[in-house]
């Protein structure tokens, strides 16, 4: 996170009220979540992401929260971002924590004998491939592998 402009440390919770400081955090995922701080004496910021449009947040409630939910981003492609929070001047804004989204990965095994075929998660030899069977104590995935040494054989 980077800050510019005035700014505090207090219990782990960086604020400013100057109209015009800063912060930035780069991130890489598919969304962003602000939490900070939010009171009666907090003010009004802007969000924008890589440089794009900017939204206006609200750090103003009746009643103090901390780790307040302030702000989602909207759904990002999968790639490095950078979100700037702008503070407005019309009283403190606070920045406590960013839980950044991730998508999930899923790992599909596919078995080089039992899944021949030619549909997703398939695979399909040319001729000219062997399969070579195993033992229970043989280290190869299911204890086979197929194999080939002619020229132009593929999978």
Do not use: C
């Amino acid at each position: 996170m980077v800050w510019r402009g005035d700014h505090q440390f207090n219990n782990n919770d960086h604020y400013s009220g100057n109209q015009g400081n800063w912060l930035e955090v780069k991130f890489t995922g598919v969304r962003i979540d602000v939490y900070g701080t939010v009171a009666n004496h907090h003010g009004t910021a802007t969000a924008k992401i890589d440089g794009g449009t900017e939204v206006a947040l609200s750090y103003q409630t009746d009643q103090r929260g901390e780790q307040a939910f302030i702000w989602s981003s909207p759904l990002l492609p999968i790639r490095e971002h950078t979100l700037r929070i702008t503070v407005d001047g019309t009283g403190v804004v606070t920045a406590d924590r960013f839980d950044v989204h991730v998508p999930t990965t899923r790992i599909v095994q596919v078995d080089d004998d039992a899944d021949i075929g030619d549909g997703v998660s398939q695979i399909t030899y040319s001729d000219g491939w062997t399969l070579a069977p195993g033992n229970e104590n043989d280290p190869r995935f299911n204890n086979n592998d197929h194999y080939s040494g002619n020229k132009d054989n593929w999978f």
